[in-house]
């Protein structure tokens, strides 16, 4: 009969692939705010350019 449980290879296999899908999702988070951002800063410009005052200027955020 076939063994239905994962031996140490394939365990490390599994564990190395679960951890790269919580890195990727947590990338993929962190991506999707900075777009959010972007975004914000880009309605802010854009409305300067309409010549519309901008409520809110966005600080700069700190380069990691």
């Avoid at 914000?40 to 410009?45: A, C, G, I, R």
């Amino acid at each position: 009969m076939h063994d239905v449980t994962p031996g140490d290879p394939e365990r490390r296999i599994l564990d190395a692939v679960s951890s790269l899908a919580r890195s990727l999702q947590a990338e993929r988070e962190r991506l999707a705010r900075r777009l959010r951002e972007l975004e914000d800063e880009l309605d802010v410009l854009a409305s300067r350019l309409d010549g519309e005052p901008a409520l809110i200027a966005p600080a700069p955020l700190p380069r990691s």
